[in-house]
């Protein structure tokens, strides 16, 4: 019997941990489609009113598809996650919940309905006064079961990916994710039709979606944060190579991001790590991905792939479906 690659969205769980039987096992270069639920398990409908809002239980959020075990996969490897295709619903939401979010002055709730048919990757959708908005959609949540023993929830992120909310992880990007555990265990939720850098208010345009991913193992990359290759958002430009810090402390992610950086440039490029530190300074670009998912945040230290020499890690021609 051939084996399915692809997960329903009646198959879910809510929380990380290595003690989670894997629902697929798949070797590197295999394909997985995801059916991905919408982030609140669908508590927030296309009917819903800003009272659903406070209602919500939050033990409900982030329905995890997944988790898929990779052979081969051992700790100290990178997991290479590369983006195929990120299909958002027919439509999304956009929410103001008190004592969430970037800004505390804003206490009364609010809730936007999103109509996304007839929405593509290029398209657009219209906020309030017909407001363009361009679709770029992508999953908030790709990451893999932490070392430590336990069930974690979803928010906030950590060394083992999760809810990073990198809006350059749309279709075309491959993110490299450090393995913890045997098999690595990786799943997926979270699906955003359209984010903001940081996602300041703590909502996007949250949706349900569809997924298809392609996987392989980069052996013994030591990685201690995810970093990723991407496709340019808008435009012509060529798209960003990008290291990440994840920490409690703005300050102090944005450093491990900063450095991660310096140590690629240095070996990728076969330069001085002051020679790299300067490089950063004159061509890279900071960028906080996420600052809302408490306690920890997400920097990006990004640089144009032109500049760098390419790493083939997860590229494959025909993936395995």
Not at 99 to 125: D, H, K, S, V
Request: glycine residues 10%; contains cysteine; charged residues 20%.
């Amino acid at each position: 019997m051939p084996r399915s690659n692809v997960i329903k969205k009646d198959t879910f769980h809510y929380q990380w941990s290595k003690s989670h039987k894997p629902v697929l096992n798949i070797r590197p270069g295999d394909r997985v489609h995801f059916e991905v639920n919408e982030v609140s398990s669908w508590q927030i409908t296309e009917k819903s009113k800003v009272g659903d809002l406070m209602k919500m239980d939050s033990s409900k959020l982030y329905p995890l598809a997944g988790p898929v075990f990779v052979q081969g996969a051992e700790p100290g490897d990178a997991l290479v996650v590369e983006v195929e295709s990120v299909r958002p619903g027919n439509w999304g939401w956009t929410a103001i919940m008190p004592g969430l979010g970037l800004l505390e002055e804003f206490t009364t709730p609010e809730l936007y309905i999103w109509n996304l048919r007839g929405t593509g990757r290029r398209a657009y959708a219209n906020f309030v006064k017909r407001i363009p908005i361009p679709m770029n959609p992508f999953c908030g949540v790709l990451g893999v079961a932490p070392p430590e023993e336990g069930y974690f929830d979803v928010m906030p992120p950590g060394k083992h990916g999760g809810n990073m909310d990198i809006r350059h992880l749309t279709s075309g990007s491959r993110v490299l994710i450090p393995v913890w555990t045997e098999g690595a265990l990786f799943s997926t939720t979270d699906v955003h039709a359209a984010q903001g850098d940081g996602e300041v208010c703590v909502s996007a345009i949250e949706c349900p979606g569809e997924v298809t991913i392609t996987f392989d193992l980069k052996k013994h990359a030591n990685l201690e944060t995810p970093c990723y290759y991407s496709k340019p958002l808008f435009g012509p430009r060529s798209g960003y190579f990008g290291t990440t810090g994840i920490s409690p402390d703005l300050m102090e992610a944005t450093k491990q991001a900063l450095r991660a950086m310096i140590t690629f440039l240095q070996e990728n490029l076969e330069i001085t790590r002051e020679q790299a530190y300067m490089l950063c300074s004159v061509a890279g670009e900071l960028r906080t991905h996420e600052i809302v998912d408490r306690p920890n945040w997400v920097v990006g230290m990004m640089m144009p792939r032109p500049l760098i020499k390419e790493d083939p890690a997860g590229r494959r021609k025909k993936p395995r479906s």
